[in-house]
């Protein structure tokens, strides 16, 4: 939908007061123009510039689509859902609960409700569903807050008037929006083949005690202490620049025969055949963050693992992130089998012995520190 500007106007916006308080009263005046162009009424118009929020209509206008609205009993005849479910819903995904009768539900909360009966036909249990729906909202709410703070930024430019920021705004996403679905999709798949692979792999071996074609590695877990608060308590922007450094750090601390695997938002995974390289490297990395932000932690383990398609799965893999988890702020934890394949050279002591989810049965963890003195 192309935005018109070779339009007639209507409305006297000044005598309505929507030039009061402007800035840049011809720019006001274009915009107004414009958006009266493209159909919105003079009470939208007000609402909008009363919250500030003129600029942005062209960007809501592309969002809500084609405009179609359909009241509750409408998406429930044609989907077959009764109407609690659908308010059950709505509260995970995070929209507010239509009266009976409002035709306020949008195009894309259809196509939702479709896939929603769908999945029950299934045999997905209503409780799983409407579990799935809360967290999968709250990612993608962290998501699309991310894209707005990077895109405002970067679309922003000295001497905007709000017209011309509006406008800008409507363009890139016009442009941009169609690529951001198959690209969520395909990150999508790529974690749930992970998470699923892992999750096989996991059973396979808690059944056999084995796995087929296993080798021996090492395994070390590094993540940012408090990070979920962090993203409570500071901006997006803030928390991709914490990210950006400390995906920097593991970079830079990693030498062979140690390798760095993957990097999975607030943590990093590392291994290498023998444990030693991966106790430096991971006490290296926590080490330097007592003095460069963000402060991290660690875990190793050392056993057998199987190597696929350039990741790791297995026992040690599943210990040594249980170990991150566990681990103090600063501090790095370790299984047995790496405290007695390592030795002398670092400062050991006992923390226990522990039962770790997903983990058959008990591990003795050890803390390690490199002695007084040592950098």
């Known amino acids: 939908m192309a935005l018109r500007h070779d339009v007639r106007v209507g409305i006297d916006f000044q005598a309505e007061g929507l030039l009061d308080g402007a800035d840049d009263r011809e720019a006001r005046l274009e915009l107004l123009r414009t958006l009266e162009g493209e159909g919105f009424t003079l009470e939208e118009l007000r609402d909008a510039a009363a919250s500030d929020r003129l600029a942005l209509l062209p960007v809501e206008r592309i969002l809500a689509g084609d405009g ?40 894309e909360e259809l196509e939702l409700s479709r896939s929603a009966k769908l999945l029950l036909d299934a045999g997905l249990p209503k409780e799983a569903f409407l579990e799935l729906t809360a967290v999968m909202s709250r990612s993608m709410a962290n998501i699309a ?23 800008r705004y409507a363009e890139t996403l016009r442009n941009l929006g169609p690529l951001a679905a198959p690209t969520l999709q395909q990150m999508f798949n790529l974690r749930l083949r992970e998470q699923m692979r892992e999750a096989v792999i996991s059973q396979a071996e808690l059944q056999s005690g084995r796995l087929a074609g296993a080798q021996p590695v090492a395994v070390g877990f590094v993540d940012i202490v408090g990070f979920t608060r962090l993203g409570e308590d500071v901006g997006p922007d803030d928390v991709g620049a914490v990210v950006r450094r400390f995906e920097r750090a593991v970079a830079d601390a990693v030498e062979p025969p140690v390798r760095l695997v993957k990097t999975i938002g607030d943590a990093a995974m590392l291994v290498a055949p023998e444990p030693a390289p991966v106790v430096e490297a991971v006490l290296g990395l926590v080490d330097r963050s007592q003095e460069e932000a963000p402060l991290l932690r660690g875990g190793v383990a050392l056993g057998e693992g199987l190597a696929r398609a ?55 963890v050890f803390r390690v520190r490199r002695p007084d003195g040592d950098g």
């Open 145 to 167: 807050a991310t894209f707005t703070a990077v895109f405002g930024e970067a679309l922003i430019k000295p001497g905007d008037t709000e017209r011309d920021l509006g406008l």
């Open 68 to 107: 179609v609205f359909y009241t509750p009993e409408e998406v429930c005849d044609e989907t077959g859902l009764d109407i609690d479910f659908l308010n059950e819903a709505g509260r995970a995904l995070g929209v507010p609960v239509r009266e009976p009768g409002e035709r306020a539900i949008t195009e």
């Open 310 to 364: 350039g990741d790791w799965y297995g026992r040690p893999v599943n210990l040594a992130a249980r170990l991150t988890a566990f681990a103090r702020r600063g501090s790095v934890v370790t299984s047995k089998e790496v405290r007695d394949a390592v030795g002398d050279g670092y400062d050991w002591s006992e923390a226990g012995s522990r039962r770790f989810k997903g983990v058959k049965g008990s591990v003795d």
